[in-house]
């Protein structure tokens, strides 16, 4: 299962949205994710990869493909540790 | 019981009476959550009777009052409603009392307890009283935006508290819109209204504001937006009521007293807060364990009775309830 596909599937279950509709392109508010969501979201994605997504970061995803950008740029830089 | 002592308009000092209170004159062991200095000192203030039992639980964070709540998941795991959150969790409390912000309790459960399989937000449900004995509203403010699913998820923890705490067997259901036909209302109110329909349940479709007291449903379910401001208008009747009248009847004086002594004591209108009161607030419903907010304001006596009445709710067993008739229709993960 790829970083994307995983991200996509926590955003699904904690919105209550069907996963296909979830595209790179979606905001959170188009998947109707309010701040508690996107708090939960994190908080999982966090967990499950073992990393740490600070405020300013996250403040600065327009939409899911930010999202799981950043995940995948930071579980690469784990994975070369 | 887990109570966070460091929230509410009097924490901690009230809320550290009324826990004091509530284990003298109950069977209930306390932990009172926060900052352990702070509560120790408030608790050598207090004269425990023998067999009283109050633990200090020590808390490293506290939210303050213009910090987002949703900051409590990421940025204070360690605050007092937090802890408390993760006792009910481990098993070590069997109910959380806070009076603090009810956004942070209902966060804090979300995340450290858990929601009851298929559950999406927790729910506020209270009885009308006074003038609509058997009915409930749900949600009285837990939720202000809500999807459709929720609103089913509302009708059924309404239901359960209208067998269990009013004794109605099969409780009439009705979403609050602005007309009866189908087609009224906002659109997660009117796809809610479709998924009500077809839910099973003992839905008698929509009704409006003037029907509210009538007893035309039993459990009336609305967002959290609209449930918190026809709360808080619906207490305040009595005493404008009683204010009104007055006014109208200055020049009568003896009549004047006639109408004070009608509301003070037997006129139920101006108890509709009191009841309230007495009460202690209300129960997160929806949560994996029993969650009771109380009035911000609450005081040493309300803080003892809210902790009375998680007693009472522990007891009746709400949460395997909920979670048994949530079962029926949550095939599908349709909450």
Same mark, same amino acid.
Request: hydrophobic share 45%; net charge neutral.
């Given at each position: 299962?790829?970083?994307?596909?995983?991200?996509?599937?926590?955003?699904?279950?904690?919105?209550?949205v069907?996963?296909?509709?979830?595209?790179?392109?979606?905001?959170?508010?188009?998947?109707k994710?309010?701040?508690?969501d996107?708090?939960?979201a994190?908080?999982?994605?966090e967990?499950?990869?073992g990393?740490?997504?600070?405020?300013?970061e996250?403040?600065?995803?327009?939409?899911?493909?930010?999202?799981?950008?950043y995940?995948?740029?930071?579980v690469a830089?784990?994975?070369?540790? | 019981?887990?109570?966070d $002592?460091m929230?509410?308009?009097?924490?901690?000092e009230?809320?550290v009476k009324?826990?004091?209170?509530a284990?003298?004159?109950?069977?209930v062991?306390?932990?009172?959550?926060g900052?352990a200095?702070?509560l120790?000192?408030?608790?050598?203030?207090?004269?425990?009777?023998?067999?009283?039992?109050i633990?200090?639980v020590?808390?490293?964070?506290?939210?303050?009052?213009n910090?987002?709540?949703?900051?409590?998941?990421?940025?204070k795991?360690?605050?007092s409603?937090?802890?408390?959150?993760?006792?009910?969790?481990?098993?070590?409390?069997?109910?959380?009392?806070?009076?603090g912000?009810?956004?942070?309790?209902?966060?804090?459960a979300?995340q450290?307890?858990?929601?009851v399989?298929?559950?999406?937000?927790?729910?506020l449900?209270?009885?009308?009283?006074?003038?609509?004995?058997?009915?409930?509203?749900?949600d009285?403010?837990?939720?202000?935006?809500?999807?459709?699913?929720q609103?089913?998820?509302?009708?059924?923890?309404?239901?359960v508290?209208?067998?269990?705490?009013?004794?109605?067997s099969d409780?009439?259901?009705?979403?609050?819109?602005?007309?009866?036909?189908?087609?009224?209302?906002?659109?997660a109110?009117?796809e809610?209204?479709?998924?009500l329909?077809?839910s099973?349940?003992n839905?008698?479709?929509?009704?409006?504001?003037?029907?509210?007291l009538?007893?035309? $449903?039993?459990?009336?379910?609305?967002?959290?937006?609209v449930?918190?401001?026809?709360?808080?208008?619906?207490?305040?009747?009595?005493?404008?009521?009683q204010?009104?009248?007055e006014?109208k009847?200055?020049?009568?004086?003896?009549?004047?007293?006639?109408?004070r002594?009608l509301?003070?004591?037997?006129?139920?209108?101006t108890?509709?807060?009191?009841?309230?009161?007495?009460?202690?607030?209300?129960?997160l419903?929806?949560?994996?364990?029993i969650v009771?907010i109380?009035?911000?304001?609450?005081?040493?006596?309300?803080?003892?009775?809210a902790?009375?009445s998680?007693?009472e709710?522990?007891?009746?067993?709400?949460?395997?309830?909920?979670?048994?008739?949530?079962?029926?229709f949550?095939?599908?993960?349709?909450?």
């Open positions: 299962m790829t970083v994307e596909e995983q991200v996509r599937d926590i955003v699904a279950k904690i919105t209550r069907d996963k296909s509709i979830i595209t790179r392109q979606s905001t959170f508010k188009e998947i994710a309010d701040s508690l996107v708090v939960q994190l908080v999982a994605v967990e499950t990869f990393i740490e997504i600070p405020d300013e996250a403040q600065k995803f327009q939409n899911f493909g930010d999202f799981v950008s995940v995948e740029s930071r830089q784990e994975e070369k540790v | 019981m887990a109570v $002592a929230g509410g308009d009097y924490a901690p009230e809320i009324g826990a004091v209170l284990a003298q004159k109950d069977d062991e306390i932990f009172l959550v900052t200095n702070i120790e000192k408030e608790l050598a203030k207090c004269k425990l009777t023998n067999g009283s039992s633990h200090v020590g808390a490293s964070e506290v939210i303050k009052e910090e987002s709540p949703v900051d409590v998941i990421r940025r795991p360690n605050c409603v937090a802890i408390a959150a993760k006792m009910i969790k481990s098993g070590e409390a069997d109910a959380l009392l806070s009076a912000s009810t956004a942070a309790a209902a966060i804090s979300i450290f307890i858990g929601m399989d298929g559950v999406y937000r927790p729910a449900v209270g009885s009308l009283g006074s003038f609509a004995p058997n009915t409930v509203m749900v009285l403010g837990a939720n202000v935006d809500c999807k459709p699913h609103f089913l998820a509302f009708a059924i923890a309404g239901s508290y209208a067998r269990k705490f009013l004794n109605i409780p009439k259901i009705a979403l609050l819109s602005t007309g009866s036909e189908e087609s009224k209302g906002s659109d109110v009117r809610a209204y479709l998924l329909k077809n099973g349940l839905f008698v479709g929509n009704i409006e504001g003037s029907d509210i009538n007893g035309k $449903a039993n459990v009336i379910v609305c967002d959290g937006f449930g918190n401001v026809l709360l808080k208008f619906y207490e305040s009747i009595g005493g404008y009521a204010v009104w009248i006014q009847l200055k020049k009568y004086p003896p009549l004047r007293a006639l109408v002594l509301f003070n004591r037997l006129f139920p209108a108890k509709i807060s009191r009841e309230t009161e007495k009460n202690g607030g209300g129960i419903w929806g949560v994996d364990g009771k109380a009035h911000g304001a609450s005081r040493a006596p309300q803080i003892a009775n902790i009375e998680a007693k709710a522990v007891k009746a067993g709400v949460v395997e309830n909920l979670k048994s008739e949530l079962a029926k949550n095939q599908g993960g349709n909450l």
